[in-house]
Every structure is written in structure tokens, then in C-alpha cells.
């Protein structure tokens, strides 16, 4: 019975390691996302912004185009 008692530690000793290990491996992968996630957020915020201004730029060329239709 003795035999047995050791190897149910052994075994539960391996088994703290592999959840230890498992929680490390959680927190890098969460980390790694979160700061890819921060950086496609910079990425969103600077294509948007490009994009507004190139829309302001067009909406002022169809006003133009607009006015000088109607001129003629």
C-alpha cells in the first residue's frame, strides 16, 4: 500500500508542475494578445483618421465640382 501512496505523490506532484506551467502559459499568451491587441487598435485609430481626412477631401471636390456645374 506504501508503493502506492508514493506514486499517487509522485504523480500529484507532476500535476502541481503542469498546472503551475499551464498558468504561466495562460498569462504570456493573455499578454501577448493584449498588446497586439493595443497595437491594431493604433493601426484602426491611424487608417481611420486617413480615411476621414481623405473624405473631407472629397466631399470639398464634390462641393466644387457642384458649384461649378451649376455655374454653367
Same mark, same amino acid.
Do not use: Q
Given at each position: 500500500m506504501g508503493d502506492v501512496r508514493e506514486t499517487f505523490e509522485v504523480v500529484k506532484g507532476h500535476t502541481n508542475g503542469l498546472d503551475s506551467m499551464k498558468k504561466q502559459i495562460r498569462e504570456f499568451v493573455l499578454?501577448?494578445? @493584449?498588446?497586439? /491587441?493595443?497595437?491594431? *487598435?493604433?493601426v484602426l485609430n491611424s487608417t481611420t483618421n486617413k480615411l476621414k481626412v481623405?473624405?473631407?477631401?472629397? @466631399?470639398?471636390? /464634390?462641393?466644387?465640382? *457642384?458649384?461649378q456645374i451649376e455655374e454653367l
Open positions: 499578454e501577448s494578445l @493584449d498588446s497586439s /491587441v493595443e497595437v491594431m *487598435k493604433g481623405r473624405d473631407d477631401a472629397f @466631399d470639398a471636390m /464634390v462641393m466644387t465640382l *457642384k458649384e
